[in-house]
Nanobody, 125 residues
């Protein structure tokens, strides 16, 4: 199993920045990539970004390209999400998740197996 703990959420004004962290523990060797998803009130959970732990390849949703940056620190088993130029529509609970090897698309929620509890991000206008 893999355990994930997110941190760094909070309230920020539109145009501001936040950095989320996700700390992983457990069977990290089985993880190919880590990703961030978000779920706004009344909406389905959606893909935000992902990064492969070995090669550092990154994947982004169109809605966050150029504003969000995902990074990793393999020595600390942590993944970070730097969010800049935040908009009210970025308001959501943000979840960290792991994707094992050979699972298919990095963009699909169904291909991720372990999830954190989530951290709230609220962007005021």
């Amino acid at each position: 199993q893999v355990q994930l703990v997110e941190s760094g959420g909070g309230l920020v004004q539109a145009g501001g920045s936040l950095r989320l962290s996700c700390a992983a523990s457990g069977r990290i060797f089985s993880v190919d990539a880590m990703g961030w998803f978000r779920q706004a009130p009344g909406k389905e959970r959606e893909f935000v970004t992902a990064i492969t732990l070995r090669g550092g390849s990154t994947y982004y949703a169109d809605s966050v390209k150029g504003r969000f940056t995902i990074s990793r620190d393999n020595a600390k088993n942590k993944v970070y999400l730097q969010m800049n130029s935040l908009k009210p529509e970025d308001t959501a609970v943000y979840y960290c998740a792991t994707r094992p090897y050979f699972r298919g698309s990095y963009y699909l929620e169904q291909n991720y197996d372990y999830w954190g509890q989530g951290t709230q991000v609220t962007v005021s206008s």
